[in-house]
Nanobody, 124 residues
């Protein structure tokens, strides 16, 4: 099983970026998927999560209204649209898949499969 995150880069504050995560090795269409991030010197934190059907989502307070998580189960993929980016959004972003199929989870321990991370750097 592999989760491949991509789409990171260096951008200016206020710009937008879209991260993608492609899963392979098994289907995650029923599983909760999530995005986490880890800034330098800080712990990994929850950013956004989405239920298998895509009808239920949750966001960290710090990104609500600016980030949008979505998924395409036909492609076994999950996305994170990030708008109005701020320097404090700078971090390595990880996609993850949970063993749970209901209720979007926000804790690291509830996710079993992790991608390798993609670096997002927002300059002021």
């Amino acid at each position: 099983v592999q989760l491949q995150a991509s789409g990171g880069g260096l951008i200016q504050a206020g710009d937008s970026l879209r991260l993608s995560c492609a899963a392979s090795g098994r289907t995650f269409s029923s599983n909760v998927m999530g995005w986490f991030r880890q800034a330098p010197g800080k712990e990994r934190e929850f950013v956004a999560g989405i239920q298998g059907t895509g009808t239920s989502t949750r966001y960290a307070q710090s990104v609500r209204g600016r980030f949008t998580i979505s998924r395409d189960n036909a492609k076994n993929a999950v996305y994170l649209q990030m708008d109005s980016l701020k320097p404090e959004d700078t971090a390595v972003y990880y996609c993850a898949a949970s063993r749970y199929t209901t209720n979007v989870r926000t804790t690291i321990q509830d996710y079993d499969y992790w991608g390798q991370g993609t670096l997002v750097t927002v300059s002021s």
